[in-house]
C-alpha cells in the first residue's frame, strides 16, 4: 500500500510562483513513476507532468511546458516536486499527485492506483 500526500497550493496572482509538494510513503521502489494531474471546476481531469524514479525522463503536457518544472528529491526519493512559474488564471484548479508502477512516459494514459487527496491552486488576475 502506498500513501500521497500533496501540499503547496494556495492563491497567487497572475505571474507568481508555487511549488506543490508530493510525498509518498509505504511499499514504493524504484519501479514507481510519479505525476501530477489537475482538475479544474466543470472539466475533467488533465495530465500536467510526471516523472521516473530517476528522475531523469520528465515529460509535460503542452499547456505547461517551459513554465511548470518536475523534479524529484535526490535523497528522499518518495519526494516529488512541481516547481510552478509564470501562472496563470487557467492553471487555477486542484492539483492531484499520484504514483504506480509505471514508466514516467504510461503514466498518463494508466490507471494509476495511488492518488493523494488534491490541493488547490487559485491564479488570479
Known amino acids: 500500500q502506498v500513501h500521497v500526500v500533496e501540499s503547496g497550493g494556495g492563491l497567487v496572482q497572475a505571474g507568481g510562483s508555487l511549488r506543490l509538494s508530493c510525498a509518498a510513503s509505504g511499499r514504493t521502489s524504484s519501479s514507481y513513476a510519479t505525476g501530477w494531474f489537475r482538475q479544474a471546476p466543470a472539466k475533467e481531469r488533465e495530465f500536467v507532468s510526471s516523472?521516473?524514479?530517476?528522475?531523469?525522463?520528465?515529460?509535460y503536457s503542452d499547456s505547461v511546458k517551459g513554465r511548470f518544472t518536475i523534479s524529484r528529491d535526490n535523497v528522499l526519493k518518495n519526494m516529488v516536486y512541481l516547481q510552478m512559474n509564470s501562472l496563470k488564471p487557467e492553471d487555477t484548479a486542484v492539483y492531484y499527485c499520484?504514483?504506480?508502477?509505471?514508466?514516467?512516459?504510461?503514466?498518463?494514459?494508466?490507471?494509476?492506483?495511488?492518488w493523494g487527496q488534491g490541493t488547490q491552486v487559485t491564479v488570479s488576475s
Open positions: 499520484a504514483t504506480d508502477i509505471v514508466t514516467a512516459w504510461d503514466l498518463p494514459y494508466a490507471d494509476l492506483e495511488y
Open positions: 516523472v521516473d524514479w530517476s528522475g531523469d525522463n520528465r515529460y
